[in-house]
């Protein structure tokens, strides 16, 4: 795991401590601080008396993570010098069950589901152990099984980053094929601000995300054609359909306009020696706040962008978009005894 994050991945306990929602986990806080707590690692339920836990680092930079369903719902950095100088990056609609956020997407691909079956969406996510480096970096390490597939989920906190790395090993004796994600919704102050640099000369084609449970808008609502959308401002241009390719010809990707893409190379490339592959980092920009995150892809082949347009009006004057590393054309095949790594990581220098 050090080739993913610079603290080493701990090492599973014998005693592993469930996180569920039933009624039986009123002292589960508790018993996490208890064997876990330290200075910076906090254990709570929030107001829907769901089991969470509070990672915060010296300059104050903090996340939330929730433990059941391992969504991470709030993520504040410090960007200024100055007392108050946190913003919170992550658009989460809380509820009875929280969407938006950053939620880790695996989705079987099979000839009986051949659009894909959430491994996740009964998952029983368990608090494995914590690590820390001082008081500069703070990670927990949360595992679940599905079926097969035992699955490693380590999150990690660090001044000016956040990381968040996936593990998946497979414990039977045929291949299982995954389409995957870990998709992230930025928050905006207003949609004119909202954009991305750095997918100049990228291959993309119109592409619906992976249906997730953390999903604010569904694989169909995020192909639905929005009648406000106004094609007339820079770097905006009408979606092709699905299935045609594009190169980016313009250094910002706007995301004022309603459009939902996969950044990779075309399945005609892959079938080349050698092609292009989408870039290891871009950055997300909002100029309402003058604020830019970079986002950094390990171990996934493709990279998901969508932007709501009009449909973000339905969740309040703030303005979303989601985006992050995926592997959507050319899904993941695990052999038996074999594992699969992805990860990653939004970094800023806002400081």
Not at 57 to 62: A, H, I, L
Not at 163 to 192: E, M, P, Q, Y
Not at 266 to 284: G, M, V
Not at 295 to 308: A, L, N
Request: glycine fraction near 6%; hydrophobic fraction near 35%; aromatic fraction near 10%.
């Amino acid at each position: 795991m050090a080739s993913l994050l610079s603290l080493s991945l701990p090492k599973p306990t014998s005693n592993i401590i469930k996180a569920t929602t039933s009624t039986t986990t009123t002292a589960l806080p508790d018993t996490l601080n208890e064997k876990f707590s330290k200075k910076g690692i906090k254990f709570s339920e929030n107001d829907n008396k769901i089991p969470v836990v509070e990672l915060k680092v010296r300059n104050g930079s903090s996340i939330r993570l929730q433990i059941p369903d391992a969504h991470v719902t709030s993520y504040k950095p410090k960007v200024y010098w100055k007392d108050d100088g946190f913003e919170e990056v992550l658009y989460t609609v809380n509820g009875a069950k929280a969407r938006g956020g950053i939620g880790l997407v695996l989705n079987e691909v099979s000839d009986s589901a051949p659009k894909g079956t959430s491994l996740l969406s009964n998952s029983e996510w368990t608090v494995n152990d914590v690590d820390s480096d001082a008081i500069d970096a703070f990670q927990v390490e949360l595992s679940s099984s599905s079926g097969t597939l035992d699955i490693t989920y380590v999150v990690t906190l660090y001044p000016v980053s956040l990381a968040t790395a996936v593990i998946v090993k497979n414990k039977g004796t045929k291949d299982v094929t995954l389409t995957n994600a870990i998709l992230s919704h930025f928050k905006f102050k207003t949609r004119k601000g909202a954009a991305i640099q750095g997918l100049r000369s990228c291959s993309y084609s119109s592409h619906p995300p992976l249906s997730s449970p953390f999903e604010l808008l569904s694989p169909a609502e995020a192909m639905k054609a929005d009648s406000s959308t106004d094609w007339f401002s820079f770097g905006s241009e009408p979606e092709e359909k699905p299935g045609v390719w594009t190169k980016q010809d313009v250094p910002f990707t706007i995301l004022k306009n309603k459009l939902s893409r996969v950044y990779a190379a075309p399945p005609q490339e892959r079938l080349k020696a050698f092609y292009n592959t989408p870039p290891s980092k871009y950055e997300i920009i909002d100029q309402g706040r003058e604020l830019f995150f970079r986002v950094i892809r390990m171990g996934f082949e493709d990279i998901h962008v969508s932007s709501p347009g009009s449909f973000s009006e339905k969740y309040g004057e703030e303005y979303f978009a989601c985006t992050g590393p995926a592997s959507i054309l050319a899904p993941v095949v695990i052999k038996p005894g074999e594992e699969w790594r992805g990860a990653q990581v939004i970094e800023h220098d806002n400081l």
